[in-house]
């Protein structure tokens, strides 16, 4: 049941994903009155997402993850370039999680609930207006247009949201600066896909992107493509995705299938305006070359929280006062983003040919490490040299 909207409230949050719940739930743990809103009708339904997270970095904001958040561990990983040549990755130790998104962001609002703010479900904003050193947002409920008014108001609708644009914080995403995806949940699957998270590149497998494949036991994976949708456009990722799954999974019975987009931002976003402040994806906080974000979207939440408390605390919501959360962000997370960013733009200039060497000199540099050679970033871009200086003199750009 959506709870009745009050008439002033002193944060309201957009959107209850990860990065919505999680401030939420630091902001009502550390006093302040929270109400936080969800257009859809069940938190974490329907799933966007391959699920897929780094182990360290979200334990390290969420302590330990509660039972049925994790449907797989994660051991290692495989890369396969056009010409089939792999390079793979598995460890004794636990690396990664492949999620059960439906119960983790459920879970993640219902933390923010039992901290004590108020999630609203079904419950839509509309519009926002400054007014007074205040937000009014209108938001739509079961029981028609509302307005409620919040001292701060935060943008966590991803990377779709329009909260951002109309607090005057930040336009829509240009076409270069997105990932287009599409997915399929699989089942049925003959043989059970090791535990680990499967990566495939080439023109013909997803121009500008990759595709991939995580599994979630029982015979069941997570398999998708993502597009740079300027070469591939954005019906492109679908039909990628028939193709791949035709070529490499006949036998496998498809339950779900989904489409979205993935923010891949070439520089810092604004983050903040007077009494404003986004966080996750309609942050852009998305790594830009895999496109990864639901770790990002919770670290940023924690930042975010802390400053607008303490903000809260003194009276001062200004921008100026704010922006310490975009310095916060920019020095620690940001930092390996913008590296990222980086990446992403050499990444979108290899092709076919790149791609197998790259891998092929990333895998002898394994094989070096496993036989217990010294091997660093430094050995594996003096091997780039040594191999192949058509790949260095794409990669000089990066230095
Ligand atoms: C196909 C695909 C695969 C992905 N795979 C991975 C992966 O494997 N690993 C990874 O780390 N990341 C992945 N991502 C990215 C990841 O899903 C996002 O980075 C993450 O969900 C960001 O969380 P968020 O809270 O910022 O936004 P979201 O999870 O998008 O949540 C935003 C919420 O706001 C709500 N909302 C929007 N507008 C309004 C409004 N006006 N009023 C009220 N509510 C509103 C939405 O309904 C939604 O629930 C993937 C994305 C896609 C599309």
């Not at 069940?42 to 039972?67: Q, Y």
């Not at 409920?141 to 779709?160: Q, Y």
């Amino acid at each position: 049941m959506p709870v009745t909207l009050p008439n002033e409230v002193e944060v309201l949050v957009v959107g209850a994903g990860p990065a919505g719940s999680h401030l939420a739930r630091r902001l009502a743990g550390a006093g302040r009155d929270v109400l936080l809103v969800e257009k859809r009708p069940e938190i974490g339904n329907p799933v966007r997402c391959a699920e897929a997270v780094e182990a360290e970095p979200l334990r390290g904001t969420l302590g330990d993850l509660e039972p049925g958040w994790v449907s797989q561990e994660i051991y290692g990983g495989r890369g396969v370039g056009p010409d089939g040549g792999e390079v793979r990755y598995e460890g004794e130790d636990v690396v990664g999680y492949v999620l059960n998104r439906r119960l983790f962001d459920r879970g993640l609002a219902r933390l923010a609930a039992e901290a004590g703010a108020r999630v609203s479900v079904r419950t839509q904003a509309t519009a926002v207006r400054r007014e007074g050193g205040s937000w009014a947002v209108t938001l739509h409920g079961d029981g028609g247009p509302r307005e409620v008014r919040c001292r701060a108001l935060a943008a966590a609708d991803g990377v779709e949201g329009l909260v951002s644009r109309w607090a005057g914080a930040g336009g829509p995403w240009p076409l270069t600066e997105l990932h287009s995806c599409a997915q399929a949940r699989v089942v049925g699957l003959e043989t059970e896909p090791r535990p680990l998270v499967e990566f495939h590149l080439g023109e013909a497998v997803a121009p500008g992107g990759y595709a991939w494949c995580f599994p979630l036991g029982g015979g069941r994976a997570n398999v998708g493509v993502a597009v740079d949708p300027s070469r591939g456009g954005f019906e492109g990722a679908r039909l990628y995705l028939e193709r791949f799954l035709a070529r490499n999974m006949p036998g496998a019975g498809v339950v779900e299938l989904s489409a979205g987009c993935i923010p891949a931002p070439s520089k810092p976003k604004r983050l903040v305006a007077d009494g404003f402040l986004a966080v996750g994806d309609a942050a852009g906080h998305t790594e830009p070359l895999s496109g990864g974000g639901i770790a990002n979207a919770i670290q940023g939440a924690e930042l975010a929280a802390e400053v607008l408390s303490a903000s809260l605390t003194t009276g001062d919501l200004s921008a100026g006062r704010l922006e310490a959360y975009a310095r916060r962000w920019a020095a620690t997370v940001g930092r390996s983003l913008r590296r990222y960013a980086r990446l992403r733009r050499l990444y979108l200039r290899l092709g076919d040919r790149d791609f197998n060497e790259l891998l092929r000199i990333m895998n002898e540099e394994l094989e070096r490490w496993r036989e217990g050679k010294r091997t660093s970033m430094v050995a594996l871009l003096t091997r780039i040299v040594t191999r192949s200086p058509r790949l260095l003199a794409k990669l000089r750009f990066l230095l």
